[in-house]
Nanobody, 119 residues
Framework: QVQLVESGGGLVQAGGSLRLSCAASGSTLRIDAMGWYRQAPGKQRELVAS???????TYADSVKGRFAISRDNAKATVYLQMNSLKPEDTAVYYCNMKTWRWPLEPDNWGQGTQVTVSS
């Protein structure tokens, strides 16, 4: 089992920046891919960014060039640096981690952290 604790959300004006963190505990040696998803009111949860254990990254088109995902394997922590924030980035952001046995083992999710961008 992997437990995830997120931090760093909040209220920011458009054009501002926030940095999200997600620290894992428990069976952290089993972690492979890490990522961030978000869910806005009335919308489906969507992938924002992901990073492999080796550091390969993917981004949603809507955040390319503005967000950067990184990880510290020694600390079992993933980060999301969000710059040039827009009101449409407002959502609950969820940390996600997959073990090397995924999908035979389920995804691990954080509790979610609210990001609100005011215009």
């Amino acid at each position: 089992q992997v437990q995830l604790v997120e931090s760093g959300g909040g209220l920011v004006q458009a054009g501002g920046s926030l940095r999200l963190s997600c620290a894992a505990s428990g069976s952290t040696l089993r972690i492979d891919a890490m990522g961030w998803y978000r869910q806005a009111p009335g919308k489906q949860r969507e992938l924002v960014a992901s990073i492999s254990r080796g550091g390969s990254t993917t981004y949603a088109d809507s955040v390319k060039g503005r967000f950067a995902i990184s990880r510290d394997n020694a600390k079992a922590t993933v980060y999301l640096q969000m710059n040039s924030l827009k009101p449409e980035d407002t959502a609950v952001y969820y940390c996600n981690m997959k073990t090397w046995r995924w999908p035979l083992e389920p995804d691990n999710w954080g509790q979610g952290t609210q990001v609100t961008v005011s215009s």
